[in-house]
């Protein structure tokens, strides 16, 4: 079971996703799958994990389940995970423990969502 959690982003006129069609670009909550809670993934809620992306930091990335374990989703032929502008949080206490379970510190806000992927062929004539 998971915790729920909202998506943030910027709604204002002008602005537009920058997730590629990504999680963010389609659905207002997620389900935190490695968090301790009592949710599970739904339509309209799709499964992420919380991963530690560098010493201290932490990112949500789209889950998918794997031999029983929840694991990162894998896009064949894809550059990915990167940020796309979003965020998420849910005020459960239980998400910040999992923030400090994974950098060791304690923690009080967002996590940014990694939801966007691109080609191998988008992603070298993007890097240019």
Same mark, same amino acid.
């Given at each position: 079971?998971?915790?729920? !959690?909202?998506?943030?982003?910027? *709604?204002?006129?002008?602005?537009?996703?920058?997730?590629?069609?990504?999680?963010?670009?389609?659905?207002?909550?997620?389900?935190?799958?490695?968090?301790?809670? &009592?949710?599970? &993934?739904?339509? %309209?809620? &799709? !499964? +992420?994990?919380?991963?530690?992306?560098?010493?201290?930091?932490?990112?949500?990335? &789209? !889950?998918?389940? =794997?031999? %029983?374990?929840?694991?990162?989703? *894998?896009?064949?032929?894809? +550059?990915?995970?990167?940020?796309?502008?979003?965020?998420?949080?849910?005020?459960?206490?239980?998400? %910040?423990?999992?923030? =400090? *379970?994974?950098?060791?510190?304690?923690?009080? %806000?967002?996590? !940014?969502?990694?939801?966007?992927?691109?080609?191998?062929?988008?992603?070298?004539?993007?890097?240019?």
């Amino acid at each position: 079971m998971g915790l729920t !959690a909202s998506i943030y982003i910027n *709604k204002e006129p002008g602005y537009e996703n920058c997730s590629n069609n990504g999680i963010s670009s389609f659905f207002n909550q997620v389900c935190i799958m490695n968090a301790e809670g &009592p949710s599970s &993934p739904r339509s %309209g809620c &799709p !499964a +992420v994990i919380i991963e530690s992306h560098v010493q201290g930091i932490v990112r949500a990335v &789209p !889950a998918e389940l =794997k031999d %029983g374990e929840w694991a990162e989703f *894998k896009f064949e032929h894809c +550059v990915g995970p990167m940020f796309g502008g979003a965020f998420i949080h849910t005020s459960d206490s239980r998400f %910040g423990e999992l923030i =400090k *379970k994974l950098t060791g510190a304690r923690f009080y %806000g967002a996590v !940014a969502l990694h939801d966007r992927y691109e080609s191998t062929e988008d992603y070298e004539r993007l890097s240019r």
